[in-house]
């Protein structure tokens, strides 16, 4: 009796919260439906593709970027990594290795990736080490590696570009330009890979131990520690999954423009974070979600693109990211106090 | 001693919190130029009544007199007004600041309500620092100082509001014997001036030696109250704990198995010279409850820290089972069968914005992982399971732990200790912060666990808690164990040896 009486009570309070859970969904479908209403072309099957082809390089990033969120920290250092990667891919389609033995080595489109992906999962890892080893606060840990993979970016062209990757048959790199450009079953090879690494991501953190860990670690590090749960480890884990992502989209772009220049990926690490909090990441650890953060960057692509179909000046698509973004915070505050309430109720009424 | 005015009484103070009743109607009598101490156990109203006396709470009922007119404090600031300061047992001071900011944090005397007047700022300060007869500058940073000097500091800081009462509370337990001379030098000094000063303690002999006057107090009653003289040690005890004894019987008769747990020489050195445990040798059996009970700081806690592998400078062996336990992570410890219950839920214990059940199974989760796959259903299953073994009373294990009362977060706690199968369960405070009847309960199933053969180690500051419960009392004081003795032992001899003495130990 007591607990249909309260259920009742509740109704309202419960829906408002499930709308305000739901919110990023509801945003996007809101911006769906604006554009598709006032940009003509907008909800057909190209500009589609195209917008997801946009969005799928900031996703990749913000995925890395939740977890790091997640356990607490943060990673600036994902935009240089981009760079750095697409510099170090450019460099070995186009120079090979010089073993400085009088011969060079070249490497295949596959060997080439992985080595890529080597890099970035290096700065990553070094980025771990300082935070974990070195209790160099992780804002400044990237702050610093931010600067020096741009910087080593920049001294391995001379600040040039890289140009013409298109691969040789000799070496067996024709296939480089593909990573960026091909399609599979009518949808870009990199958006596979996006779908790829977002179900992998959000399969580890929501069923494997290790993503139990990475929320214990955001919610609470002592306890977390003393639960046994091996804090270094995990938070070596997450910079090193952030460096991979970077890593990743340094090798998309390098193969879709079939050019490596070393200022790619500049401001970057921005729209991650951008995409994580609007996805519902709080930045002070402990929440956050996988598939949100993708939802996340889809807005903010959607509406990047929505408006420049308009004609709105990129001036204003600055300003209107911005509101988004303080926006989505401010509701996120809202809903985590009324989420509280409504299970301190539960709670009390369970008590009673 | 009829030279000394009452400057402050309490009528008829009755305190209710939610669930408890703190203060029964307590009449108490604070009187200037005199140290009148305080004496009860934890939980017998003393903070409380402090915190009412120095306006941090209010009474619910009864009235505070002040100098014979009737005072009401809605916040600390009216209190402070009215000249009461108030020293807490953990110090609020600021480490990063100087000494002179510290003591004038939130008043700092201002030219033009905006500009920090630095000079009359360090004049101040040195001024204070002459009447306490302490040579401290001014400007040092906070965190130069000793624990004994900032405690000064804190006086100070008190003092520099005028007060004209001070409340101590348990002010010796952070100091060196020489620090404690120092103060107790500072409050004669005070009692000189005039100043009406309440004091509060565990430690008996120190009570003794530097009161005038005082009052025990006992589940919110005063059980006594007088001038000093003729005031003994078992005359406190007898005042503190009554006849009556709280009872947790054994349900079966004590089977004691064979040793499941041994601490050898484990040593913890503190910074700044000395050791926070000292030495420290125990043993554990099967089925056991070994009470370890001490005063703060005596040294219990780091040492169950140094069992669970938090502090890599600790020395010492420690055996499970008669194996070593060589690991050094607490992952590997908790696979040795060691479990860990702290102190303080809300930091170490668990993780708030978790679920219920995602903090019941965290230590636990290899049980239900395949390779790297997490089995949701059996670990939601398991956790249903622990919630319903320990009666934990919840709506839904899927919301936040923090929505929990503190019994129940405690027994959270333990059921995510339990969920690791341990062989011994080693428990900080296992009753801190939660009401009579979560207690009751969680002490039965203390009691149920070492009936299933667990051996169970837990610190207390509860005399009663201890005496009751354990099947053994182990007695720490300044880092080493002082004393062991067996169920039902007198409770004066247990307090004696939880005493550090400090006049014959001035190394300690």
Known sequence: ?352 | MTDHPIGLSIRGGVKVYPGTRALKGVDFDLRMGAVNVLVGENGAGKSTLMKVIAGVESLTEGRIELQGREVRFRNKADAVREGIGIVFQELNLFPNLTVAENIFIGHEPVRAGLDIDQRSQARATRALMARLEQDIDPDTPLDHLRVGQQQIVEIAKALSQDARILILDEPTSALSAAEVEVLFGVIEELKSQGVGIVYISHRLDELIRVGDYITVLRDGEITGSRPMQGVDIPWIVRAMIGEKSKEFPRTEAPSFGEEIFRADHVTLPRAGGGFAVDRVSLSVRRGEIVGLYGLMGAGRTEFLECVMAQHPASAGRIFVDGHPVIERDVAGRIARGIALIPEDRKRDGLVQIMAIRENLTLSSLGLFTRGFHLNLKAEAARALDFVRRLAIKIASPENPVSSLSGGNQQKVVIGKALMTSPKILLMDEPSRGIDIGAKAEVFTTMRALAGQGLGILFVTSDLDEVLALSDRVLVMANGRITGEFPAGTDPATVIAAATPSFLKEPSA
């Not at chain 1, 939740?66 to 990667?85: A, H, P, Q």
């Not at chain 1, 600067?147 to 920049?154: H, N, P, Q, T, V």
């Not at chain 1, 997450?238 to 490596?260: D, E, N």
């Open chain 1, 1 to 352: 009796m007591t607990t249909r009486q309260q259920a009742a009570a509740s109704t309202p309070q419960n829906l408002l919260l499930l709308a305000l859970r739901l919110r990023t969904f509801v945003a996007l479908i809101l911006v769906l439906a604006y554009f598709s209403f006032m940009a003509p072309n907008f909800l057909t099957g190209a500009n589609a593709v195209i917008v997801t082809k946009h969005v799928a390089l900031n996703a990749l990033l913000a995925i890395g970027m939740t977890f790091v969120i997640i356990t607490g920290g943060i990673d600036l250092s994902v935009g240089s990594i981009v760079g750095l990667c697409a510099m170090v891919a450019g460099w070995l389609v186009l120079n090979g290795v010089d073993t400085g033995l009088g011969y060079t080595i070249w490497f295949n489109t596959y060997e080439i990736v992985a080595l890529t992906l080597a890099v970035g999962i290096g700065v990553g890892f070094v980025n771990g080490l300082l935070i974990t080893r070195l209790n160099v606060a992780p804002f400044i840990a990237t702050l610093g590696t931010l600067y020096i993979a741009r910087g080593a970016a920049l001294l391995s062209s001379g600040g040039r570009t890289f140009p013409n990757l298109g691969g040789s048959e000799e070496f067996g790199t024709t296939s480089f330009p593909l990573i960026g450009t091909a399609s599979v079953l009518g949808l870009p090879v990199m958006v596979w890979l996006l779908v790829v690494v977002a179900l992998a991501a959000h399969y580890v953190s929501r069923r494997t131990p290790l993503g139990r860990h990475i929320y214990a670690v955001g919610g609470n590090e002592r306890g977390a520690a003393l639960s046994g749960v091996k804090v270094n480890r995990v938070k070596l884990f997450v910079y090193m999954f952030s460096g991979f992502c970077a890593a990743l989209v340094g090798i998309i772009i390098a193969s879709q423009l079939q050019a490596a220049h070393p200022a790619t990926g500049e401001t970057f690490e921005l729209n991650a974070i951008a995409a994580a909090v609007l996805g519902g990441t709080s930045m002070s650890g402990g929440r956050g979600r996988v598939l949100g953060t993708i939802i996340g960057a889809f807005v903010i692509g959607i509406l990047s693109d929505g408006l420049i179909m308009m004609g709105v000046s990129s001036f204003w698509q600055t300003v209107i990211k911005g509101v988004v973004i303080v926006l989505a915070v401010v509701i996120d505050q809202a809903q985590s106090r009324l989420q509280a309430r409504v299970a301190l109720a539960q709670e009390a009424s369970a008590n009673r």
